[in-house]
């Protein structure tokens, strides 16, 4: 990175905590949501994070690509760019169940290269970039070092299993865990709090690039379920789902989930 890695670090922690003050505002599970086109909620609280994320991350010359933002395609020009999610598991906000969280990741050069995401709801900030490896809650940490898929502890969608698209994995050597938000998911998997995460539907930049950052940057495993190199920072975001588990479940992961992938096709559109 051009900018020292210690400041871009330091700006994606200050971000998160200022983000955390403002979603502290606020009662989970009390709040009133909208719905978008999509019938994906939004909450002041996710307006709100937003526009704080944006004043505290932004620099000039780099790109912002945020769920809640109108997207600016002058990102599509620029070297780094910030994709974040204010809010990722606003259904889980609403209903006050703690898997939220703020998700941040800086992209250069198409590659998530540093990443950040704070829960408030369990007091658990992970922080890391691929020069520094990864902290959660200011300390060290390594991915799963599990050799095998027997009783792997894998967090799903929840609204995947409701839709009994895991049913097939039901059952089997995965020990299954139902929960919200894909970017929490991931940054468990990076702290090596679980196994292995994994969806089977399209994701946008902002649900996984910080998850991903934050997989890699530990020495995790992270690829898309169409096989092909994740990149961010696309003019469409929406990706094929995403596959993330400890280095040593690699081979025998890919092998359990292939033939799922899916051709992801636009839903964003301003």
Request: charged share 25%.
């Amino acid at each position: 990175m051009t900018t020292s890695n210690s400041d871009i670090l330091s700006r994606i922690h200050a971000a998160l905590e200022a983000g955390r003050e403002v979603l502290n505002r606020y009662t989970p599970g009390a709040i009133e949501a909208e719905f978008k086109v999509g019938h994906d909620p939004v909450t002041e609280a996710d307006r709100a994070v937003d526009a704080l994320l944006r004043q505290n991350l932004l620099r000039d010359g780099e790109g912002w690509l945020s769920e809640e933002s109108v997207d600016d395609f002058t990102r599509l020009d620029k070297k780094r760019v910030w994709v974040v999610d204010p809010l990722d598991g606003t259904r889980e906000f609403v209903k006050g169940i703690p898997e939220f969280c703020i998700s941040v990741a800086l992209v250069e050069d198409g590659v998530p290269i540093a990443g950040g995401i704070c829960n408030p709801a369990t007091d658990q900030l992970i922080l890391g970039s691929l020069e520094t490896g990864v902290t959660c809650n200011g300390k060290a940490t390594q991915p799963s070092q599990r050799t095998s898929l027997e009783g792997a502890l894998t967090l799903a969608s929840r609204s995947e299993v409701k839709r009994g698209e895991w049913k097939e994995f039901e059952g089997g050597k995965l020990k299954i865990q139902a929960m919200g938000s894909v970017a929490y998911k991931l940054g468990l998997v990076a702290a090596g709090l679980a196994d292995v995460t994994f969806t089977l539907t399209p994701k946008n930049e902002w649900d996984v690039a910080a998850g991903a950052a934050l997989v890699a940057s530990a020495g995790g495993f992270v690829g898309t379920l169409d096989t092909k190199p994740l990149r961010c920072n696309n003019r469409n975001p929406l990706l094929s789902g995403l596959l993330a588990c400890g280095p040593h479940l690699r081979e025998e992961f890919l092998a359990l989930v292939e033939g799922h992938g899916r051709t992801a096709a636009p839903v964003r559109q301003e």
